[in-house]
């Protein structure tokens, strides 16, 4: 995928004739543009209200450029993985009304994750577990509201 847009934008900034030089600077600033913009959409992500589907979908894109790490991408992803593909049933078989609602049921998954660590500071989990969570809740509420997302303004 990065490979496709990174020879996408080698092309934009192919040799141009020197006929039109206004013409050419406002070309050259076009794939910056474009890359600002495509930036800006990558980063639209709000912790605070989404599916479970689009926590899976956010989770993976947050992990191909290196915001999360792979065990955090796998637990934000593993309840929509498990739904669509029935593994959270005894049958094995897919419940199409818990499809249904992980792809349509906005969740806070910020305020989800602080509640499964108060849950473990209080059953005695183990600090590595405890500090897993941690960090996890940290990542998310840096890039919601520290800068990293387009949330920031709104902490």
Known sequence: MKIAN?????AQYQVKSPAAPDVQKS??????EAAAAEKESQQQYDFSNMTLKELSSASHAL??????????HAVLSLNYGAT????NQASGEVS????????STKIDV????????????Q????????????T????????QYGGGGRFHASA
Request: proline share 2%.
């Open 84 to 87: 669509k593909n029935g593994l």
């Open 96 to 103: 199409l009304a818990q499809l249904q609602s992980a792809e």
């Open 123 to 134: 059953n005695g989990a183990s600090s590595t577990q405890i500090q897993f969570s941690k």
């Open 110 to 121: 910020i305020a989800l994750q602080k509640e499964r660590l108060q849950t473990q500071m």
């Open 27 to 32: 070309e050259e600033s076009a794939p910056l």
């Open 136 to 143: 996890l809740i940290s990542t998310l509420e840096s890039y």
């Open 6 to 10: 990174q020879a996408y934008d080698y």
């Open 63 to 72: 992990y191909e450029d290196g915001t999360l790490s792979l065990g955090q």
